[in-house]
T-cell receptor
Framework: GAVVSQHPSWVICKSGTSVKIECRSL??????MFWYRQFPKQSLMLMAT?????????EQGVEKDKFLINHASLTLSTLTVTSAHPEDSSFYIC?????????????FGSGTRLTVV | GNSVTQMEGPVTLSEEAFLTINCTYT??????LFWYVQYPGEGLQLLLK?????DKGSNKGFEATYRKETTSFHLEKGSVQVSDSAVYFC????????????FGKGTHLIIQP
């Protein structure tokens, strides 16, 4: 079945530095990828939708300059948290879809735990 | 806006007990509804889904019926097992196209032998 690999699974970084999280579709081409953020005991909140070869669409309240999303190929999307601060500490999860509108294809990565110290 | 409300956990049951996890939603139009499950250390997995009113999704002994009149999609299982211990998320997708999902907060289910 469709597999999405997310890396790293956890990362600790110093305040002010940038961190890159990778999301790869291993056995299918992902025209659409989604990035979610989850706070402890909270829902997964959709941050942005990225389509291969075009700019990401960010949800209201998400700073596009802080959370840079690049979907340069059909198998890789990256989320870069720039100038990270402790309030950016969270669990980030990506999801990939093999084609537009195919909700069967919403395959999720295992998530990345980001801790900013 | 769209929202999903599900019962708070943790929910602790004995093996072979009957399970219900409540989920209600608010959405414009006719959303598709989902239950996802997350086992420890793993990513979210689709458990079941329903795309229109009165549809029943089912998988691995779990069932949920799309109730438009009560805007609900409650998850049920007749006899739970220890291996069902996980976090369960109710979610909706509003409209067509490549839309992201709106999730509930998740319900942690613990099944004791």
């Amino acid at each position: 079945g469709a597999v999405v690999s997310q890396h790293p699974s956890w990362v600790i970084c110093k305040s002010g530095t940038s961190v890159k999280i990778e999301c790869r579709s291993l056995d299918f081409q992902a025209t659409t990828m989604f990035w979610y953020r989850q706070f402890p005991k909270q829902s997964l909140m959709l941050m942005a939708t990225s389509n291969e070869g075009s700019k990401a669409t960010y949800e209201q309240g998400v700073e596009k300059d802080k959370f840079l999303i690049n979907h340069a190929s059909l198998t890789l999307s990256t989320l870069t948290v720039t100038s990270a601060h402790p309030e950016d500490s969270s669990f980030y999860i990506c999801s990939a879809s093999p084609r537009v509108g195919d909700y069967y294809g919403y395959t999720f990565g295992s998530g990345t735990r980001l801790t900013v110290v | 806006g769209n929202s999903v409300t599900q019962m708070e956990g943790p929910v602790t049951l004995s093996e072979e007990a009957f399970l219900t996890i409540n989920c209600t939603y608010t959405a414009t139009g006719y959303p598709s509804l989902f239950w996802y499950v997350q086992y420890p250390g793993e990513g979210l997995q689709l458990l079941l889904k329903a795309t229109k009113a009165d549809d029943k999704g089912s998988n691995k002994g779990f069932e949920a019926t799309y109730r438009k009149e009560t805007t609900s999609f409650h998850l049920e299982k007749g006899s739970v097992q220890v291996s069902d211990s996980a976090v369960y998320f109710c979610a909706l997708r509003a409209g067509g196209g490549a839309d992201g999902l709106t999730f509930g907060k998740g319900t942690h289910l613990i099944i004791q032998p």
